[in-house]
């Protein structure tokens, strides 16, 4: 079963703007990532923000925990058209499982129009 | 060139046939994982493996199997094809310890 849930299913933006993607999971986790795919290709992994963390940055992307409400969100800043992709939350440490296996979400579709 | 590869990119095969698919890992990662990524269900994981001849079976198993014995390697083969196991197929490792998975370009099959 989908442990994390991205919203919105999809996203359409102009260049320059800000762009916010949500995920919610149902059981505690050690750590949730952001993956982006291109079309056509394979997931790249972009930041990891671990339990107890509530904020993470990295260059134009801004990632937020918040443990009690089991949810995290992505910010991608002053959005480019090559920030056109699909993004994914993954999850680790769900119950019964171990750190090394990830649940992913069903992704948000970003297209960043120029 | 160091990384994780995939083949085939691109496979068109019959019901009923055996298919295998290939993985190989530069990086001698100790997990690797097999996913299928399907509209509507996201990626979901067929089998993973946290060393060779260690394999155990993830979300989506039946119908596939798999092996391990060289850490390098981790085919997945669909022992008898249906029309529902058309899908993209991605390969993933990860090194011990750490959860941070790295991702092939993927192989997508159809499934006549």
């Known amino acids: 079963s989908q442990q994390g849930e991205e919203d919105p299913q999809a996203l359409s933006i102009q260049e320059g703007e800000n762009a916010t993607m949500n995920c919610s999971y149902k059981?505690?986790?050690?750590?949730l990532q952001w993956y982006r795919q291109n079309s056509g290709r394979g997931l790249v992994h972009l930041i990891l923000?671990?339990?107890?963390?509530r904020e993470k940055h990295s260059g134009r992307l801004r990632v937020t925990l918040d443990t009690s409400k089991k949810s995290s969100s992505l910010l991608i800043t002053a959005s480019r058209a090559a920030d056109t992709a699909s993004y994914f939350c993954a999850t680790d440490g769900h119950s019964g499982g171990s750190n090394y296996k990830l649940t992913f979400g069903k992704g948000t579709l970003l297209t960043v129009n120029p | 060139d160091a990384g994780i590869t995939q083949s085939p990119r691109y496979k068109i095969t019959e019901t009923g046939r055996q298919v295998t698919l290939m993985c190989h890992q530069t990086w001698s990662h100790s997990y690797m994982f097999w996913y299928r990524q399907d509209l509507g269900h996201g990626l979901r994981l067929i089998y993973y493996s946290a060393a060779a001849d260690i394999t155990d079976k993830g979300e989506v198993p039946d119908g596939y199997v798999v092996s391990r014995s060289k850490t390098e390697n981790f085919p997945l083969t669909l022992e008898s094809a249906t029309r529902s196991q058309t899908s993209v197929y991605f390969c993933?490792?990860?090194?011990?310890?750490?959860?941070?998975?790295?991702f092939g370009a993927g192989t997508r099959l159809s499934v006549l």
């Open positions: 059981t505690s986790i050690n750590n």
């Open positions: 923000i671990r339990s107890n963390e």
């Open positions: 993933a490792s990860s090194s011990e310890g750490r959860s941070i998975q790295y």
